[in-house]
């Protein structure tokens, strides 16, 4: 799994984010710009949750997005 530099943007580490998504407790695919992309929820190594975007959706390598768990994801919980 690779990490774009668009996912340090929040101040997530990479040690958080593969952290997340090696726990991932969702994941759900997202149309977005006409492009599929992954969401992944899962906790840092202290149980914060974060959300994650990953493309391509069908089998993800680039982790583009992290940041802490937003409102408008709790729904996928």
Same mark, same amino acid.
């Given at each position: 799994?690779?990490?774009?530099?668009? %996912? &340090?943007?929040?101040?997530?580490?990479?040690?958080?984010?593969?952290?997340?998504?090696?726990? %991932?407790? &969702?994941?759900?695919?997202?149309?977005?710009?006409?492009?599929?992309?992954?969401? +992944?929820?899962?906790?840092?190594?202290?149980?914060?949750?974060?959300?994650? +975007? %990953?493309?391509? %959706?069908? +089998?993800?390598?680039? +982790?583009?997005?992290?940041?802490?768990?937003?409102?408008?994801?709790?729904?996928?919980?």
């Amino acid at each position: 799994m690779e990490i774009a530099e668009s %996912a &340090r943007k929040h101040g997530i580490t990479d040690e958080a984010i593969r952290h997340a998504w090696e726990f %991932a407790i &969702r994941a759900r695919r997202l149309e977005c710009d006409g492009e599929e992309r992954l969401v +992944v929820i899962g906790p840092d190594a202290s149980g914060t949750l974060i959300e994650l +975007v %990953a493309v391509p %959706a069908l +089998v993800p390598d680039l +982790v583009i997005h992290a940041q802490r768990l937003r409102k408008r994801y709790y729904d996928y919980l």
